[in-house]
């Protein structure tokens, strides 16, 4: 194995959040399937006050766990992987903010918000679930051609969620046409995943892929997100 890729966790690291338990264990299942070495750093976002923060990491993923402690660390954080090309991960909390920070930094629209900072009907670019997926198991399809797609090998898998909000269906349109696109939807044909096109990886999802690990199985997201790391 050669070097050690070094992984920055951006969340408020709790002991009560599952997926908390379930990362560190995600990313040594995938570590080995791909033969690599891999440690992980914790990044509270209220410690994130620059890029510089974050900058030296061989990829970065936005844990769950909002409301972030800081929102603008995360965005921060956020946006540091998506212009540098940093390889990245958002999952279910993440994923709400790589569309945030989407929304407010590529598209300029400056007042979208989150539910959970910022009650404003008129801008939630994210919105609660008409039935929130409070803890289950939930089929997702994936898009033909994306990366998802291509680290499953398959076109959809059942997946772990615990989330009240996702991306506000008023908005998707105006959200996806390009470079941001839709890389897993429900059953309902609702978003699920997003990725970027043009950036190494760049790849966020509503469901909590790392939850796997709790079963003794790697993620395949998370081997495919190390893969590119050790490029």
């Known amino acids: 194995m050669g070097a050690v890729l070094r ?4 969340g408020d ?38 890029a510089a923060v974050v900058q030296g990491f061989d990829g970065l993923w936005c844990v769950p766990g ?38 407010r930094n590529v598209l300029d629209w400056t007042e979208a918000a989150h539910p959970e900072a910022t009650p404003d009907p008129d801008h939630s670019v994210i919105a609660p679930l008409d039935c929130g997926i409070l803890e289950g198991e939930n089929t997702v399809a994936f898009v033909p051609g ?18 009240g909000y996702a991306v506000n269906p008023d908005f998707v349109t105006r959200l996806v046409p390009g470079p941001l696109r839709i890389a897993a939807t429900d059953e309902d044909g609702q978003l699920r995943a997003v990725e970027l096109d043009g950036h190494p990886f760049f790849v966020a999802t509503l469901f909590q892929p ?15 997100f190390l893969r590119v790391c050790t490029r």
């Open 66 to 103: 909002s409301p972030y402690r800081s929102m603008e660390g995360a965005l921060t954080a956020i946006a540091h992987a998506r212009t540098s090309g940093t390889p990245f991960i958002g999952t279910c909390g993440g994923f709400q903010h790589a569309v945030l920070d989407y929304a």
């Open 146 to 163: 994306s990366r998802l797609a291509a680290a499953y090998g398959a076109e959809r898998a059942e997946e772990e969620y615990l989330c």
């Open 13 to 50: 690291r709790s002991p009560a959040i599952v997926a908390h338990e379930a990362i560190p264990q995600a990313l040594r299942l995938a570590a080995l399937q791909v033969g690599c070495d891999v440690e992980h750093v914790w990044l509270p976002t209220a410690t994130i006050s620059s």
């Open 210 to 224: 790392e939850r796997l690990a709790l079963k003794a199985r790697v993620p395949p997201l998370v081997a495919a």
């Open 7 to 10: 992984i920055g966790l951006i």
